[in-house]
């Protein structure tokens, strides 16, 4: 192959690749800004509603740039993270047996907004070492089709690649059954020997930030409906 044919090979890889990338991150950019007018709408609905029951719960939404936003209701805040890079589905996945992925290899390449879990307090009270839980990562290609990875509910009501579109509608789905699925997931005790000892910087740690390094299932194993992602 030629210095020239070698050139005009790159450029058709640049074109094809790099054009289709681009395609993909700024449709994700514009699902996230999406996104986050639901997440606006969801708080305010939730805090009319909730009305004046107990003036101690706290809700509120936060845009955090670009590509973060956050809500806390209650004592949990959800983190929705855009990646600002686009991927390519692994070619064991099984979406590669659809004629949607073998028709047009595109399809396949996608943008990624990750979905955490924190206690409000780990943030509120700068605990550094606090642990957060990614609860679903939602998957969205240059054609608005989108699928999610998670945990429980998350994992299966929206698996279906090839036929689901992503709109508002879907959107404000998968805020409401993030949301339930956070509810329901509740912190537990450690169990007494992940406790039992302290080193003097985790007693200064104590005092300063009122707390030692928590998250919801600190010192616990994932049962069968916290299966990987």
């Known amino acids: 192959m030629s210095t020239a044919e070698q050139r005009d090979l790159i450029l058709e890889k640049i074109r094809e ?6 395609d993909v991150f700024y449709n994700t950019i514009a699902q996230f800004t999406n996104l986050k007018a639901v997440l606006a709408a969801c708080i305010d609905d939730i805090r009319k509603r909730f009305g004046t029951t107990d003036p101690r719960v706290e809700f509120y939404y936060k845009d955090k740039g ?8 209650g004592g949990d805040v959800i983190i929705f993270h855009m990646n600002t890079n686009v991927f390519q589905f692994d070619r064991s996945h099984s979406l590669w047996r ?17 979905i955490y879990n924190f206690l409000a307090d780990s943030l509120k009270y700068q605990r550094s070492g606090d642990i957060g839980y990614l609860i679903a990562r939602l998957f969205v290609n240059r054609e608005n089709h989108f699928l999610i990875q998670g ?37 537990y005790t450690p169990p007494y020997e992940a406790v039992q ?8 740690t104590l005092q300063e930030h009122t707390g030692l390094h928590v998250g919801k299932r600190l010192g616990f194993r994932f049962g069968l409906d916290e299966s990987q992602l």
């Not at 690649?161 to 805020?175: C, G, Q």
């Not at 000892?197 to 200064?204: A, H, K, N, Y």
Request: aromatic share 10%; glycine share 2%; hydrophobic share 35%.
């Open 66 to 73: 670009d590509f973060q936003a956050e809500m806390k209701v």
């Open 151 to 187: 945990k429980r509910q998350l994992g299966y009501l929206y698996n279906d690649f090839i036929n689901s579109k992503l709109d508002n509608d879907a959107l404000t789905s998968i805020v409401n059954t993030a949301l339930l699925y956070t509810l329901d997931f509740d912190m």
């Open 197 to 204: 000892e302290l080193t003097v910087q985790d007693i200064q």
């Open 17 to 22: 690749k790099s054009v289709l990338k681009q």
């Open 98 to 114: 659809s004629s949607y992925l073998k028709d047009s290899d595109q399809n396949s390449y996608v943008g990624i907004i990750n």
